[in-house]
């Protein structure tokens, strides 16, 4: 059966975000808590046990990118006049700059839009939507919880045994809700190991070792630290303590143990919302996972400009998150990426507004931003590096692609141009009032979330 409401929300310390979220600390979120809290949790989700990589055909949805030429020449001089400004202040030079604007199949703007720059966390796009079409929007990650003894008394005889599942957002309230679940079924006491079997992750940890540690800790409220304790103070009141003492010690091994008995599987969030909540704290480690699990940056380079449509010299990545300023991507590779979620969300009801923030609406890294509301964007700082792509809704020009790859000395100053530069174009074209069908998220599949499964 389905335990509803164990699993609460993954929330995150601030001091624990401002190490793993953004590009740099200076982009890292400055909100209490980066989740909404009590989400309730939707029976009806399709939970994936079977995590067989399932690859969508990247030809599946037919359409051509834009030829870079003949940019619509009003648009695209005031481009022109975006980079002689910046180079005139002395920002930047005109080579470290990019831009590519279109509306539908139309070409607004072009400036070096084909030539590859260092894209900070706009790599994450491509993570997105390498993992979407790998796995699907629905794929659920299951850790698998299992004993190698019978339970008596309160006490597990054996070994208490996980067998990882790649889950990048297992975090101490999973481990929280886990404790309490096995002590409802009878778990007070392990005379055994905690085993760790296959890709266990715990808190943004990827180390096996240092994830069952972390693991054993979150299992038994006795010996909670003070980042444990924090965490739980974010949850209802009523919610448990659980107390799992477990005696032996965190073994780490290469293979799940043969004489298992399975008491509990874990699901995973949703993969749309995994990738939603990357994007909107643009969490570099599980942007990392997430690649890894489709076989890393390489792989993810190679798809993701096969499935943009864009030739592979656009997209160069050395990581899935955006770390590094060899990760490199052409503007108009950035907005082909965005365009080929959209098109490949489109069948399951889905827009670009399910996994990326929308400024005025998601809490996140861009709450500091003066951006047009209703923005469907992300964003990317590293060092000398501040980029900018996605979609801005528009009264005359309907939902215009963009990005705006920019590198220099002064990314305070890239962050302030880059918001000047769009609430022009929005002045030219008018703002809406709401979100228009294409960039709206499904409120539907935005309650769906993580559920905990006792094995009967």
Not at 18 to 30: D, K, V, W
Not at 260 to 285: C, D, G, T, W
Request: one cysteine or more; proline letters at 7%.
């Amino acid at each position: 059966m389905l335990l509803k409401n164990l699993r609460l929300t993954a929330a995150l310390s601030i001091a624990g975000l401002a190490l793993i979220s953004g590009c740099s600390t200076s982009s890292s979120p400055q909100a209490t808590s980066p989740f909404p809290q009590n989400e309730a949790i939707d029976s009806s989700a399709n939970t994936t046990e079977n995590l067989t990589k399932v690859e969508t055909p990247v030809n599946k949805y037919t359409f051509s990118i834009v030829p870079p030429e003949n940019p619509d020449p009003v648009i695209n001089a005031e481009i022109a006049q975006y980079i002689k400004m910046l180079v005139a202040k002395g920002f930047a030079k005109e080579t470290q700059q990019g831009v590519w604007i279109q509306s539908g199949n139309t070409l607004l703007a072009n400036y070096r839009g084909t030539i590859p720059l260092p894209a900070a966390s706009v790599t994450k796009v491509a993570t997105s939507l390498v993992a979407l079409q790998t796995f699907g929007p629905d794929r659920q990650f299951v850790t698998l919880i299992a004993a190698t003894g019978p339970i008596k008394d309160g006490v597990l005889q054996g070994d208490l045994v996980v067998q990882g599942g790649e889950d990048p957002l297992f975090v101490w309230e999973e481990a929280i809700a886990l404790g309490n679940t096995l002590n409802k079924i009878g778990i007070k006491r392990v005379t055994g190991d905690l085993i760790i079997a296959g890709k266990f992750y715990m808190n943004f940890k990827t180390d096996p070792q240092t994830s069952g540690n972390l693991l054993k800790l979150g299992l038994n409220s006795k010996i909670w630290s003070k980042e444990a304790e924090k965490q739980y103070l974010t949850l209802p009141p009523d919610t448990p303590r659980p107390q799992v003492e477990i005696s032996g010690s965190v073994k780490v091994t290469s293979s799940t143990p043969s004489n298992i008995q399975p008491l509990i599987r874990h699901y995973s969030f949703p993969l749309a919302e995994l990738v939603k909540r990357m994007n909107r704290f643009s969490n570099n480690h599980m942007a990392e996972m997430l690649a890894n699990s489709v076989g890393g940056a390489k792989v993810v380079a190679r798809k993701a400009a096969q499935a943009a449509g864009v030739p592979p010299e656009e997209i160069q990545l050395v990581n899935g998150s955006g770390l590094s300023p060899e990760n490199r991507i052409s503007p108009r590779a950035a907005c082909a990426m965005f365009m080929a979620i959209e098109r490949y969300l489109q069948p399951y009801n889905m827009t670009i507004g399910d996994v990326f923030a929308i400024v005025g609406q998601d809490e996140g890294t861009l709450d500091k931003r003066k951006l047009p509301p209703l923005l469907v964007v992300k964003s990317g700082t590293l060092d000398n590096v501040s980029s900018l792509a996605g979609a801005l809704p528009t009264q005359k020009q309907g939902s215009v692609w963009f990005a705006i790859m920019n590198v220099g000395k002064d990314t305070d100053e890239f962050r302030t141009q880059q918001e000047d530069l769009l609430k022009t174009f929005l002045s030219q074209w008018g703002a809406v009032e709401s979100l228009p069908a294409e960039l709206t998220p499904n409120i539907e599949r935005n309650s769906k979330t993580s559920q905990i499964e006792v094995v009967k």
